[in-house]
T-cell receptor, first 112, second 111 residues
Framework: DAGVTQSPTHLIKTRGQQVTLRCSPK?????VSWYQQALGQGPQFIFQ???????QRGNFPDRFSGHQFPNYSSELNVNALLLGDSALYLC???????????FGPGTRLLVL | GEDVEQSLFLSVREGDSSVINCTYT??????LYWYKQEPGAGLQLLTY?????DMKQDQRLTVLLNKKDKHLSLRIADTQTGDSAIYFC???????????FGSGTRLSIRP
């Protein structure tokens, strides 16, 4: 039974570029949440997707957007990258919006 | 507002018990979680407790919840070198989908 998978594992971008991160949920899960974890901090909630719609959003600007596909996988897009966007981006999946979330290994993004 | 606080560091001797403490502010918290993060890795769910429970035990792990004081603790019995990691306390309110995390407690094990 595959857990949550994310790609790529690492990414280097320059300021102003755009990036797309991908997540496949754990088998049987239909909800995907995205978190940003800056160095030395706990994860911060970005948004959650359920039934292909954004259901709840944290305190992140519109440069952060996402998508959920019919197979429940999800993408996180970040436009106009800033140095401060450098972080570990974690995807979590659950069965339903309010159920226990299981995390993937993350994508480490470095913005130069 | 929503906030979760943890101490930053804990050092214990191998074989001793480790106790990691956490306080939270959201009185509507429904689920409280403990996640473990090893270097360069994602978060591993260790255990969780529902807000109407006082205690939950799972093998070497014991979670204690004092809802009145909004205090949560994680006890790891017979701490081993493989327990070295950062431990995150987290909570979720009844009406929310998002999980609010603390800043993590780095547990180090000395021989």
């Amino acid at each position: 039974d595959a857990g949550v998978t994310q790609s790529p594992t690492h990414l280097i971008k320059t300021r102003g570029q755009q990036v797309t991160l991908r997540c496949s949920p754990k088998s049987g899960h239909d909800t995907v949440s995205w978190y940003q974890q800056a160095l030395g901090q706990g994860p911060q909630f970005i948004f959650q997707y359920y039934e292909e719609e954004e259901r709840q959003r944290g305190n992140f600007p519109d440069r952060f957007s996402g998508h959920q596909f019919p197979n429940y996988s999800s993408e996180l897009n970040v436009n106009a990258l800033l140095l401060g966007d450098s972080a570990l981006y974690l995807c979590a999946s659950s069965w339903g919006q309010k159920e226990t979330q299981y995390f993937g290994p993350g994508t480490r993004l470095l913005v130069l | 507002g929503e906030d979760v606080e943890q101490s930053l560091f804990l050092s214990v001797r191998e074989g001793d018990s480790s106790v990691i403490n956490c306080t939270y502010t959201d009185s509507s918290s429904t689920y409280l979680y403990w996640y473990k993060q090893e270097p360069g890795a994602g978060l591993q769910l260790l255990t969780y407790i529902f807000s109407n429970m006082d205690m939950k035990q799972d093998q070497r792990l014991t979670v204690l919840l004092n809802k009145k004081d909004k205090h949560l603790s994680l006890r790891i019995a017979d701490t081993q070198t493989g327990d070295s990691a950062i431990y995150f306390c987290a909570e979720r309110g009844s009406s929310a989908s998002k999980i609010i995390f603390g800043s993590g407690t780095r547990l180090s094990i000395r021989p």
